[in-house]
């Protein structure tokens, strides 16, 4: 099904590898950006991401209104009210907790204009929110859930996914402990934990890093305890972001200098892009790994689960794709109106079109339960997988 996609923020990393995927399924595509895109065949508006009349101007014949302008702890919900206004279908890749809680507030306009919005359906939130709700499936209660990933970068990036890291890890941040929300520091040492990825990324350890898992999987998944663990690659990265933190220089601070206002995370974050990017070499070095492991019960037995995917992939690919693929659930209509998390996302649906876009994004994934071996599966046979309790029973 054809349609017409308002991409705002489209000439960015992100946002420009969602255009040519969406221009290579026939869509119509507008990239509502503040420079032109450089992608052939997408048309260009000049949009103001916190200007919601430009927006507004931009989107009055979308058919769909993705957004891609970030961070969202910085940018905040101006295109989401404009979709709600317009009652156009809208998603995004949000990946802040408390931008995710703001945007999740817009649930009751959006309902009254039929608006449909999903909010945060990238990798990490998105596919990992989905995974998450595969591996819990035919558990009897779920004591704690916990998802984690891990980026490492060789090619090229923008800042704006660094300023996200540096934010999401700079102060206390939303979990769900004991039945509730509940506010913890965050990237501590106690909150490390080992995670086996596969290889390429291999054994990491993560640290409770603010994003939106713990804030919208709770409301889908009754489980006592949700948290959100990440860390960045080269290993070394985690002592070096410990002592930003320890000094002061990944949080709002503002200081002069020689007369100009300059915010302590924002230089950290555009410095390290650009020395990053003055040393990157091809992107088909970059890796990400994501996992879930969850404990409860199986018919009174407890149990602990995991999940463990990972490969070469690019944070651009990983990201917009996943965004791209969820378009036909809102073109179909199958996402009721109002503001949701990517749990309402059919998940063998945008599995299996993810599959057809790029049918080796996510490598391998290996689900295992407490020491059995693991059974190893890609995304689109993980997709087919009816049962998955007797899956990981049959490898017992």
């Known amino acids: 099904m054809s349609a017409s996609i308002l991409v705002v923020g489209g000439a960015g990393f992100m946002g420009s590898r969602a255009v040519r995927s969406l221009l290579d399924d026939g869509h119509e595509v507008t990239v509502g950006d503040?420079?032109?895109?450089?992608?052939?065949?997408?048309?260009?508006?000049?949009?103001?991401?916190?200007?919601?009349?430009?927006?507004?101007?931009?989107?009055?014949?979308?058919?769909?209104?993705?957004?891609?302008?970030?961070?969202?702890?910085?940018?905040?919900?101006?295109?989401?009210?404009?979709?709600?206004?317009?009652?156009?279908?809208?998603?995004?890749i949000c990946d802040d907790a408390?931008?995710?809680?703001?945007?999740?507030?817009?649930?009751s306009a959006a309902k009254e204009s039929g608006a449909r919005l999903i909010i945060g359906a990238g990798s990490s939130p998105g596919i990992l929110n989905a995974l998450s709700l595969r591996i819990v499936e035919g558990m009897d209660e779920v004591d704690e859930l916990v998802t984690t990933w891990v980026v490492g970068e060789k090619g090229p990036s923008g800042p704006a996914p660094l300023r996200h890291f540096l934010f999401g890890i700079s102060h206390d941040i939303p979990v769900w402990r004991d039945g509730g929300r509940a506010m913890v520091p965050a990237f501590s040492e106690e909150s490390g934990e080992e995670f086996p990825f596969p290889e390429?990324?291999?054994?990491?350890?993560?640290?409770?890093?603010?994003?939106?898992?713990?804030?919208?999987?709770?409301?889908?998944?009754?489980?006592?305890?949700?948290?959100?663990?990440?860390?960045?690659?080269p290993r070394q990265s985690t002592e070096i972001y410990d002592l930003f933190r320890h000094l002061d220089l990944i949080g709002d601070r503002t200081v002069k200098v020689n007369g100009t206002d300059v915010v302590a995370r924002d230089f950290i974050a555009e410095f390290l892009t650009q020395r990053h990017n003055e040393r990157a070499r091809d992107s088909s070095g970059d890796v990400m790994g994501l996992g879930v492991r969850v404990t409860g019960t199986v018919g009174g037995r407890q149990v602990e689960r995991w999940l463990a995917g990972g490969g070469h992939m690019t944070m651009a690919d990983a990201t917009a794709l996943p965004t791209a693929a969820a378009v036909p659930q809102l073109l179909e209509g199958a996402v009721p109106a109002g503001a949701h998390g990517p749990e309402a996302l059919d998940v063998t649906a945008w599995f299996k079109e993810l599959v057809r876009i790029k049918p080796d994004l996510y490598g391998t994934i290996r689900l295992w339960e407490d020491g059995n071996d693991p059974v190893t599966l890609t995304l689109g046979e993980l997709a087919d997988v009816e049962d998955i309790t007797a899956t990981l029973g049959a490898a017992a």
């Open 98 to 107: 408390e931008a995710t809680e703001e945007l999740l507030q817009l649930d």
């Open 200 to 233: 390429p990324v291999g054994t990491m350890v993560v640290r409770d890093v603010g994003h939106p898992e713990p804030v919208t999987l709770p409301q889908v998944i009754k489980a006592r305890s949700v948290r959100n663990k990440g860390a960045l690659l």
């Open 34 to 92: 503040l420079r032109p895109s450089d992608v052939i065949g997408a048309g260009y508006v000049e949009v103001d991401a916190t200007d919601a009349d430009s927006i507004e101007r931009a989107a009055r014949d979308a058919d769909v209104i993705m957004n891609f302008a970030g961070p969202y702890y910085v940018l905040g919900d101006t295109v989401a009210r404009v979709a709600v206004k317009l009652g156009k279908p809208y998603i995004d």
